[in-house]
Nanobody, 123 residues
Framework: VQLQASGGGLVQPGGSLRLSCAAS????????MGWFRQAPGKEREFVAA???????WYGDPGKGQFIISRENAKNMVYLRMNRLEPEDTAVYYC??????????????????WGKGTQVTVSS
């Protein structure tokens, strides 16, 4: 599975961005898709995940602020980020992992990573 994230950039505090991730190489049926992020000097952290069936989970960074969605027919996953603040500045990574009983929130449990897209929140 190859993952290509896009949509990052510079945004002012309070603004919004939508990240996109295009998957190729195989159908994503049975795969959980998600997003992680890594800020400078910090560990990579779980942001959100979505199942093929549409069920969603959010980590602390994303609760109430981000919305994850996917278009199975297009092999696409999205992350709508609202009310962005400087602490949301990070490289955001698209991920794919074969569905398991529980959502994978640890980076070392992820099967596939995209290259990441930089999000910078600054005035």
């Amino acid at each position: 599975v190859q993952l290509q994230a896009s949509g990052g950039g510079l945004v002012q505090p309070g603004g919004s961005l939508r990240l996109s991730c295009a998957a190729s190489g195989r159908t994503l049926s049975g795969y959980d898709m998600g997003w992680f992020r890594q800020a400078p000097g910090k560990e990579r952290e779980f942001v959100a995940a979505i199942r093929w069936s549409g069920g969603t989970w959010y980590g602390d960074p994303g609760k109430g602020q981000f919305i994850i969605s996917r278009e199975n027919a297009k092999n696409m996953v999205y992350l709508r980020m609202n009310r962005l603040e400087p602490e949301d500045t990070a490289v955001y990574y698209c991920t794919a992992v074969l569905e398991r009983d529980t959502i994978v929130v640890a980076p070392d449990g992820i099967d596939y990573w995209g290259k990441g897209t930089q999000v910078t929140v600054s005035s």
